[in-house]
């Protein structure tokens, strides 16, 4: 079975340019999460779909970072301007099931961002 | 607010020796509760998660996590080290419902010395 699916895996952008991260997840995974992972920090949640909804936005800053999932299935990550601040890791995961908090969520390799 | 915290940014251990890395979590209502790993430059992978069952939680890699309600502790630990091992390992909290997500601690950096 294929694992999350993320592109690219590294970006280099100057300041105040737009980015945008890929993420598919695996296939039958309603529940997707796009996560943030500074430097020496676990990650945290930006944003969580269930199917094309998404369900928890309140940790995405609205006025640089926007998300779709437009069919239920894969979905993009946007920033628009970037930041110097914004270099981090970018973390897409899904899991199969969605509410009941003990389901496993498995993690694609990430998009490191630096941002010049 | 939950929070989850591991204490030691970094362990060194040398092969062979027990390892164990602390995670102590902070609430009143026992959440789920999960172990994973990062490899440099790769995604996250579950080692093992705890979701009410047995206490004691066997993962991949021979790793394991005892649940302590009265420490609301779960602590990682393996027999024996190997080079292998030498990873990240986040220890993260889970509650469900409507704000179902994961909450992770900071990390703990496992070197394993020859």
């Known amino acids: 079975e294929a694992g999350v699916v993320q592109s690219p895996r590294y970006k280099i952008i100057e300041k105040k340019q737009p980015v945008a991260f890929w993420c598919n997840p695996i296939?039958?995974?309603?529940?997707l999460y796009w996560y943030l992972q500074n430097l020496g920090q676990g990650p945290e949640l930006l944003i969580r779909y269930e199917n094309e909804e998404a369900v928890d936005d309140s940790q995405l800053p609205k006025d640089r970072f926007s998300a779709e999932r437009l069919k239920g299935v894969d979905s993009t990550l946007k920033i628009q301007p970037a930041e110097l601040g914004d270099s981090a890791v970018y973390l897409c995961?899904?899991?199969?099931?969605?509410?009941?908090?003990?389901?496993?969520?498995?993690f694609g390799p990430g998009t490191r961002l630096l941002v010049l | 607010a939950q929070s989850v915290t591991q204490l030691g940014s970094h362990v060194s251990v040398s092969e062979g020796a027990l390892v164990l890395l602390r995670c102590n979590y902070s609430?009143?209502?026992?959440?789920?509760l999960f172990w994973y790993v990062q490899y440099p430059n790769q995604g996250l992978q579950l080692l093992l998660k705890?979701?009410?069952?047995?206490?004691l939680v066997k993962g991949i890699n021979g790793f394991e996590a005892e649940f302590k309600k009265s420490e609301t502790s779960f602590h990682l630990t393996k027999p024996s080290a190997h080079m292998s091992d030498a990873a990240e390992y986040f220890c993260a909290v889970s509650y469900g419902g409507a704000t179902n997500k994961l909450i992770f601690g900071t990390g703990t950096l496992l070197a394993v010395q020859p």
């Open positions: 705890y979701t009410s069952a047995a206490t």
């Open positions: 609430s009143s209502v026992p959440p789920y």
């Open positions: 995961a899904s899991s199969s099931q969605a509410g009941g908090g003990s389901e496993t969520q498995y």
């Open positions: 296939s039958g995974h309603n529940t």
